[in-house]
């Protein structure tokens, strides 16, 4: 196949896409330091704990990341409000860009688990059509941490199970919440 003459577009160059602009900030709270992503419309894409998968991973391939705490104003104030114990609720989009359709089907389910209540990995199960199992695995790959209550899942006996951010910070987040006592 010929090279492209001037003027013309490649086939390939034809069907690449844009890259997204990404922009990110970071949060000190109680349980560390808080990087997080918003989309160019403010939607979060990660919200993640140091040692957890990094931004670029989970703001997918095609992002270009900026550090840009002025794009980031309602996600940093929200956070911050959350763990100074004023807001118990978050109206921030969410706009994950990466996971499975099943995957999302969960984190969508998880958005619904109120603040000072938890759901067991079997309730979370029924309320998808899945099974536990396959539940808990999307639960560990929640991109959006806190904002997308996967903290708020434990054992069907009310053991803390699996947190991609650590057993410690699933016990902080649900005593801030008033979920456990200590």
Not at 120 to 141: D, I, K, M, P, T
């Amino acid at each position: 196949m010929p090279a492209p003459t001037a003027g013309q577009a490649s086939r390939s160059d034809a069907t690449r896409t844009m890259p997204a602009s990404i922009y990110t900030d970071t949060l000190p709270t109680p349980v560390g330091e808080l990087a997080f992503a918003v989309d160019e419309g403010g939607a979060l894409v990660a919200v993640v704990y140091p040692g957890q998968e990094t931004l670029a991973a989970l703001a997918g391939h095609d992002a270009v990341l900026h550090r840009a705490p002025d794009r980031t104003v309602a996600a940093r104030t929200q956070l911050a409000d959350y763990f100074a114990g004023t807001r118990h609720t978050f109206d921030l989009a969410v706009a994950p860009r990466v996971g499975t359709p099943f995957q999302r089907r969960v984190w969508e389910a998880l958005a619904r688990i109120p603040t000072g209540t938890t759901w067991s990995y079997a309730r979370l199960a029924a309320e998808v059509g899945s099974v536990a199992r396959a539940v808990g695995s999307a639960n560990g790959a929640n991109p959006i941490s806190i904002i997308v209550p996967c903290h708020r899942v434990i054992g069907a006996d009310g053991s803390l199970t699996g947190y991609a951010g650590g057993l410690e910070r699933k016990r902080w987040l649900l005593i801030h919440e008033g979920v456990l006592l200590s």
